[in-house]
Each structure stands twice: as C-alpha cells, then as structure tokens.
C-alpha cells in the first residue's frame, strides 16, 4: 500500500452507509486521483462489495474473525473478504476491542488470504505488542480521543512519536497510522512528519456536509 495512507473508517455513522457511502468513496476516488495520496475507505460489511465493484480505492473491512470458513454463524471470514475484494481489514479497533489470541488468528487469516491487517491499539505498549504480530499496519488510537473533534496529532503528538519508534524498535517492517479526532491536512502533516504512514480517521470525513472538501483538505498538505 503507497504511503501516505488515508484510511477513513465509515464506522457504523447513518451517514456513511448506503448511498452516502458510494457519495464519500466517489469524492475520495477523484481526489486520490487528482492528489496521487491513497486515500482507503471501510465500510460497512453490507457495502463492502457493492464499494469493491464499482471503485478502485482500496476498500477494507472494519473486522475480521479469524476463523476458516465452515460451521461458524454471523462471523466475517478472511476468505469471504478476500473473495468480496476487500485488500485488508481493521483488527482491534477500539470500538471493536478482541483477545490478543483473537487479535493474532485475524492478523494470520487475513495474511493467509493476502489481504492486509491494519491492527489498532490505544498505547503505545500496545502498539508495540501489536507490531510483534508482524501486521502491515498498527493504528495508534487514544480512546478519549475519538469522535472528540480533538486532534492527536495537536493534543498528543508524543504517543504518535513513541508509538512510531517502539513499533519500529519491535518490526521495522509494520507501518504506523495514527488516529482520534483528526480533520484537516495540518493533523496529516504532522502525523507524517512524526514519522507515521499516514491516518485512520472517520466523523470529520464521514459526518461532514460536504466530505469532498474535508478529503481535499486532508491531503492539502502531504
Ligand atoms: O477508526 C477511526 C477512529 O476511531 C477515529 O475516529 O471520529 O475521531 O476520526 P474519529
């Protein structure tokens, strides 16, 4: 995946499913092309293959249970994923916290099928606990900063910082996102500049009028 990345999780936000979810993944597709910036998008699991077949960003899962497909009921195979074109799912998010044995059987399932792991954490403890699974990605997110309008990148570049270099200290290997409140290219700057690969963010994007702009705006700067 090119870096920088921006990845905006759709979460479960009214406004981000359904044809709201084509509307932001067709404002993001023309500004990745305009920018040259990689700008992914997780939706919902009933809009990832209606996303995946009619875009050409990279389109993730928001989870994945790491399970062989067979007798399981309501869960979300790697396969299944893979098959739908999904190019990787979001481990662990926050508002989707799962086992570190979980955590491990998502990040194997998902590299099993080529697919890409985007593991989050909410330290940097665990973000270096996380690296040691060898994902593509780790996600540092502070809980109390998602949804809050306030940025990590202003109210707390440091975690950014120590995040990057304990991850790299356990994996060089594993990129670092960072996410929480972020909204306008000066967050992405400076997530960059504090040696990330790019963002995880979602409400700026995914509840604003005009998502376009926000988007434009997000990669003004990178
Ligand atoms: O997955 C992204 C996320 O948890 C951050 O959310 O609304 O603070 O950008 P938000």
Redesign the pocket.
């Known amino acids: 995946m090119p870096s920088p990345l921006i990845l905006v ?1 759709l ?1 479960s936000y009214k406004e981000g499913m359904g044809n709201r979810a084509h509307q932001i993944t067709t404002a993001a597709q023309l500004i990745a092309k305009e920018s040259g910036v990689t700008i992914g998008i997780a939706p919902t699991y009933i809009d990832l293959h209606p996303l995946c077949h009619h875009f050409t960003v990279p389109i993730f899962a928001q989870h994945v249970d790491g399970y062989e497909p067979g007798a399981h009921t309501g869960h979300i195979t790697a396969d299944s994923l893979r098959l739908t074109g999904a190019v990787g799912s ?1 481990v662990n ?3 989707r916290r799962l086992t570190l044995a979980d955590i491990e059987g998502a990040v194997r399932a998902l590299q099993a099928q080529k697919l890409v792991a985007v593991v ?1 954490t909410n330290n940097e403890m665990t973000s270096a606990a996380a690296a040691a699974l060898a994902p593509e990605y780790v996600a540092i ?1 502070p809980p109390e ?4 309008g306030v940025s990590v990148s202003k109210a707390n570049p440091e975690i950014i910082r120590r995040s990057v270099s304990l991850v790299h200290a356990v994996n060089p290997k594993t990129k670092v996102l960072t ?4 909204q306008t290219g000066e967050c992405v700057k400076i997530a960059v500049d504090l040696g990330t690969d790019g963002v ?5 994007v995914v509840k604003a009028q005009d998502p376009g702009a926000v988007l434009r705006d997000l990669v003004s700067k990178l």
């Open positions: 999780n979460k979001l998010h926050s508002e989050c997110e900063l998602i949804g809050s996410g929480a409140g972020i995880l963010l979602a409400s700026s």
